[in-house]
């Protein structure tokens, strides 16, 4: 089955850039999205088909996808961008839907 | 608002049955793949099984496939996960999320509690 491997931890310092890793075999053929996940909240859809944004999320946040990492980059870190970061693929081969293992991103 | 929101969870003993429900409002429900994923205590998110907009079509993780069954009622908004033979593994918190067309999870609700316990 498709797995997705995403480094355990970030840290960064405030106003700094930090970037989250997502490796999965050929991903960059995948649409990629990114979540975000606050203790004891939902996820929240931050990067969606690789580099796109929903409305309301600010543009700080951005994605890129090739070969087989898919990166999402948090510019100008803020405090209250400390969470859980995951990255998500549909595998076509099994219709299953997959979510990278989670990074928790620190702002020191 | 576009809202889901989630019932049903609750402390059940190893080998029972549950049903949870996800009511959705501020959208048209039919129009929507919808899905279940859930995340063990202090664990990641774990995808668990997606219904198509029009019901024909449910896909499941190897984890609970056999066990529970994904099913929506579009004459009530409402989305269900009926939960057998329950283990121990399955305690978690249980969130629905609408599709987007991308195969993405755009909107989500906050979740209800399951603990598997004897």
């Known amino acids: 089955s498709y797995a997705l491997t995403q480094p355990p931890s970030v840290s960064v310092a405030p106003g700094k850039t930090a970037r989250i890793t997502c490796g999965g075999n050929?991903?960059?053929?995948?649409?990629v999205h990114w979540y975000q996940q606050k203790p004891g909240q939902a996820p929240v859809l931050l990067v969606y088909?690789?580099?796109d944004r929903p409305s309301g999320i600010p543009e700080r946040f951005s994605g890129s996808n090739s070969g087989n990492t898919a990166t999402l980059t948090i510019t100008r870190v803020e405090a209250g961008d400390e969470a859980d970061y995951y990255c998500?693929?549909?595998?076509?081969?099994?219709?299953?839907?997959?979510f990278g293992t989670g990074t928790d991103v620190t702002v020191l | 608002q576009v809202e889901l929101v989630e019932s049903g969870g609750g402390v059940v003993q190893p080998g029972r049955s549950l049903r949870l429900s996800c009511a959705a409002s501020?959208?048209?429900?039919?129009?929507?793949?919808l899905h279940w994923v859930r995340q063990a205590p202090d664990k990641g998110l774990e995808w668990v099984a997606v219904?198509?907009?029009?019901?024909?079509?449910?896909f499941y993780a190897d984890s609970v496939k056999g066990r529970f069954t994904i099913s929506s009622d579009n004459s009530k908004n409402t989305l269900f996960l009926h939960m057998n033979r329950l283990r121990p593994e399955d305690t978690a918190v249980y969130f629905c999320?609408?599709?987007?067309?991308?195969?993405?999870?755009?909107?989500w609700g906050k979740g209800t509690t399951v603990t598997v316990s004897s």
């Open positions: 999320a609408r599709n987007g067309a991308l195969n993405y999870m755009d909107v």
């Open positions: 501020g959208f048209t429900f039919s129009s929507y793949a």
């Open positions: 219904v198509s907009y029009d019901g024909s079509n449910k």
């Open positions: 050929n991903i960059g053929s995948k649409s």
């Open positions: 088909d690789n580099t």
């Open positions: 998500q693929v549909w595998d076509f081969s099994s219709d299953h839907f997959v």
